[in-house]
């Protein structure tokens, strides 16, 4: 079985651009979560999708958007820049809705200049 | 929301020794506790995993302890190698709908030969 597979792996953006970042979760797994990773933060949780539908969303501004297709696949889209949304971003994704194991993807290293 | 705190930070062991990794949450509704080892470079990976209606688990050298009327529970590392150095990160999957899998911030755990 294909693990989760997020690309791009790296990207370099310019301040107030527009970024979209994609996942592809494990074949069956219909939940998928998004965290932001940067160094002595963790990983802060982002937002995450059921069926289609955002069940959950952490405190990040609204610059920061996701959605999820029919296929379970997700994207996560990030407005008008900033440097400090320079980050690795990370999908996981679980078999079931709740209290289940998270599989991660490798991550989309996030830089912006 | 869940709030999950992880102690301590940094955590510096001679190979041989024992590490204890502590986290503290929230959510008393609370019932699913992994916990997630990420190497440099490399994605968080489950190690070990407990559910609410379990007090300790054991596999091989790592166990986890878990106390719900503290709303606590920890890592055990035994005979450390230095291959056991990483980030170790606990979690928790909250028990009402809506919730998502929440971390901690991380330990870096060094283990010198």
């Known amino acids: 079985k294909a693990g989760v597979t997020q690309t791009p792996r790296y990207l370099i953006k310019t301040r107030g651009q527009q970024v979209t970042l994609s996942c592809s979760p494990i074949?069956?797994?219909?939940?998928v979560s998004w965290y932001q990773q940067t160094p002595g933060q963790g990983l802060q949780f982002l937002f995450e999708y059921f069926s289609e539908t955002q069940r959950n969303k952490g405190n990040f501004p609204g610059r920061f958007s996701g959605r999820q297709f029919s296929n379970s696949r997700s994207e996560m889209n990030v407005s008008t820049l900033e440097l400090g949304d320079s980050a690795l971003y990370l999908c996981?994704?679980?078999?079931?809705?709740?209290?289940?194991?998270?599989?991660f993807g490798q991550g989309t290293r996030l830089t912006v200049v | 929301g869940e709030n999950v705190e992880q102690h301590p930070s940094t955590l510096s062991v001679q190979e041989g020794d024992s590490a204890v990794i502590k986290c503290t949450y929230s959510d008393s509704a609370s019932n699913y506790f992994p916990w997630y080892k990420q190497e440099l470079g490399k994605r968080p990976q489950l190690i070990i995993d407990i559910r609410s209606n379990v007090g300790e688990k054991k596999d091989q050298r790592i166990a986890v302890t878990l106390n719900k009327t503290a709303k606590h529970f920890s890592l055990h590392i035994t005979e450390t190698q230095p291959e056991d150095s990483a980030v170790y990160f606990c979690a928790v999957w909250g028990n009402q709908a809506g919730t998502a899998l929440i971390f901690g911030k991380g330990t870096t755990l060094s283990v010198s030969s």
């Open positions: 996981a994704s679980s078999p079931r809705s709740r209290n289940t194991e998270a599989f």
């Open positions: 074949s069956g797994h219909r939940s």
